[in-house]
């Protein structure tokens, strides 16, 4: 084994400019949007401008057994792109161009520190669009989005990202440099490596560019609606009967009582006083070439199921009832230190999960105000704590024993209901210990000799996903 | 090594009652419809009932080294079920149950061996649809489907098997049994093992059970274009023009001249005089709440590119038009032998490989009348020889040298052009030769050593995808 100096040495002489050993620069790389902050800080943080950086600075890694952790733009939840003692970063940031876009094949060619806004932004010139749609999207990472498979409010109509991309340029390691998957709609050649590459997080290979396949933009007006109901249990009904009918809607997004509460206060006594002073709110989209009639349907549905329901294709009429949604996460900051969790439940059972996290509240003293992505069963209870602003603490100190307790019941629940432990966040450090839950001790064994397949040396994100060995 | 005979005297022991020697058992196993006959028969059918009846047939392959080939309706057009000599046939056609359609989570729990015609028959009595959709529907099964991730017709808008499978039940090489994915609709706990598995053509594991993503069924009336153009150049830019123009038509299938002839001269004069006496063709179908404004706005581009257009929404109409398409393979089937291909190119040089076609036509001499799936750019060119009839013949000697090297040009072109061997046939026996040309070394590489963990005997499907070793 090289000793840290010498790794230091090696990286600058070989990427003259981009290796980064300020004070600032490692400490950023310590925490994400998890929460998590790592005990100690990187070795250095290397800014790779093109492909070959990226090999080079896996080589060294690779020759040196020095683990190397990928970041975009650190927006992850689940503390996938956090680096500490003795680890290099490698920041791919700066590799952001778009190289191509091409309506006639509907694909873009990108590096993959573009953001995702800022694609979409160059991409609606041209009436396309990139469909994945994390709530991070202005601020997160094309390259990031993939490594976690992200998802967004859009799923049930658009996808995963998975269905949202072709091909992928991808650093082993060692430094071998794969083209995987194609440029074509269909391709069934070989295994399918870039689904495989798509959600894991860093740990298989370092991602250097991609291709993506697009969509037209959706044309004609959108209908919003905004449903009010007495409680969670009635508006999750709703949103099952909406389903249950066969209706596909763009987004159909569920908040319950302590959250809707929780915005209530946030957004101040002129706007609160428009919201119902108890209940549970339900946001639903319907677009494309049959949005009045299937609007004018779901209206009825949830209105059937017990809800007033304020119906709009007024573009500001639509942004308001939209901002009630996209106030949820900042409201619940407001209330104290907040820890995301992201179960997903089949669709029929997201009732019960509600009940489930009613109980562990009960239990455990931890308020877990919970919105979802009602569409595709995916909840996120937050886990709300201390007071506010206490994010990015020590990891593991900061988080009190109960909510831990809280955490891990919730994960329980969500798998004895037929779900999963994680949705769209990924499992990073914040679910590793929980890996083994669910996937089973024979599938983990098979996955961690993939990963072995791929980073022999164990070098790639280690600690992230699976847990470390107890060696 | 056990020898064949102790391998036989296990599997009869082991399954009882479900070991079939019988000469026409082994013989129905040496072929599929990709014309290819294994040299020798196999040593066994092993018909399994139920998933212990696969984990047994592999514990007993694992332990003597004996190779294990899965087969279901045996409808594959690579040869991927093709097998012979010493090879155990593992055939799960009677694992054939729905075991669950849930309309409220929008998904289906199967055995491999239902056929996708039959469940979606099924389904649609719910108001549900899974949508994969070959051309082998009716007869081909939801497994070997998923096998080989199966495209078809309405791929463009509706997806590949891959975007409609959720989670699968798989058997491994030695017998344990992993249950990979999940039933939510988000899911990102890990790698995407359902997704490797997808399309690895039963070379790491067998798939005994699968959850299926399903959707409504789509509402509302179709509209059907029929476009006649001077040639298939006119016919691919009017495709390329519809594309262009952001709509996403449920299907889009283009005939050239000769495979239109073809057509002709099949369905007889009455039928055949409503026909132009030359020319190319181009079928589009819209449906969906915008599928009238769509289908005219369609009709006006195919026209404004040299079409004379038949728009219908009469479904008997339509249907005369949908039969133009179903007709053209059983017309070359009775023009001689076909060898179907299957590459796909970028939709942007889908006319360029026609004229690549039309290149190694003339230098082959071999014929290559070409339909295609106009909306992803994936073209079947039909290589025929010899006289009707003879499909099936003996691997590798039946079919004339001239048609091998015109399907090696059709391969390079194909990849030349940014394309891939295989849209969605598989690679099989046909195409395992050229695996390398498109992966290149190093993914070739990395792809075997995937297939050593999951099967570190080699006892799967030996010898399809990958070229045997030439030890």
Not at 288 to 305: K, P, R, S, T, V
Request: proline letters at 5%; glycine letters at 12%; aromatic letters at 4%.
């Amino acid at each position: 084994m090289t000793t840290t100096p010498d790794v230091l040495a090696l990286l600058e002489r070989e990427l003259p400019g981009r290796v980064d050993t300020a004070a600032e620069a490692l400490e950023a790389a310590r925490t994400d949007r998890s929460g998590h902050r790592s005990p100690a800080a990187p070795l250095a943080v290397v800014r790779a401008g093109r492909v070959e950086d990226v090999q080079a600075a896996c080589r060294i890694a690779h020759a040196t057994r020095t683990p190397l952790v990928t970041r975009g733009a650190g927006t992850g939840l689940a503390g996938g792109a956090v680096a500490g003692a003795g680890e290099i970063v490698l920041d791919v940031r700066a590799m952001d161009r778009i190289l191509e876009v091409s309506p006639a094949d509907r694909v873009a060619v990108v590096e993959p520190g573009i953001l995702n806004g800022a694609l979409n932004a160059r991409l609606a010139e041209h009436g396309l669009w990139w469909a994945p749609d994390p709530a991070s999207k202005d601020i997160s990472t094309v390259g990031g989005n993939i490594a976690m498979n992200a998802g967004g409010l859009l799923c049930a109509k658009y996808g995963v990202t998975r269905e949202a991309v072709l091909g992928l340029d991808v650093v082993l390691a060692d430094g071998t440099l794969l083209r995987l998957g194609h440029r074509t709609v269909k391709g069934v050649t070989g295994y399918d490596l870039t689904a495989l590459l798509i959600g894991s997080e860093g740990t298989l290979g370092v991602i250097v560019g991609a291709t993506l396949a697009l969509r037209p933009l959706v044309r004609g007006a959108q209908v919003t609606l905004g449903g009010f109901f007495s409680d969670v249990v009635a508006a999750a009904a709703a949103a099952q009967s909406v389903t249950g009918a066969g209706h596909v809607p763009a987004l159909m997004e569920l908040m319950d009582e302590a959250t809707l509460a929780a915005v209530r206060a946030y957004v101040g006594p002129e706007l609160g006083a428009a919201l119902p002073e108890r209940g549970a709110f339900l946001l639903v989209q319907a677009d494309g070439a049959g949005a009045a009639e299937d609007g004018a349907a779901m209206a009825a549905l949830m209105e059937a199921a017990g809800g007033a329901v304020t119906a709009t294709a007024d573009p500001r009429e639509a942004e308001a009832l939209m901002a009630l949604r996209r106030s949820a996460f900042p409201a619940l900051e407001a209330l104290g230190t907040p820890l995301v969790e992201d179960v997903a439940v089949p669709r029929s059972r997201m009732a019960e999960m509600f009940a489930r996290i009613r109980e562990i509240e009960a239990r455990t003293g931890v308020a877990i105000p919970t919105s979802a992505h009602a569409g595709d069963g995916n909840l996120h209870p937050v886990l709300v704590f201390g007071s506010a602003g206490e994010v990015g603490g020590e990891a593991g100190t900061a988080i009190p024993e109960a909510v831990w307790e809280a955490a891990g019941e919730l994960f329980a629940a969500g798998l004895e209901l037929g779900g999963t432990l994680t949705g769209e966040h990924g499992v990073g450090l914040l679910k590793r210990a929980f890996l083994r839950d669910e996937l089973g001790e024979a599938q983990h064994a098979l996955q961690e000799r993939i990963k072995a397949v791929f980073d022999p040396h164990g070098i790639l994100n280690p600690g992230k996903m699976f847990t470390p060995d107890a060696a």
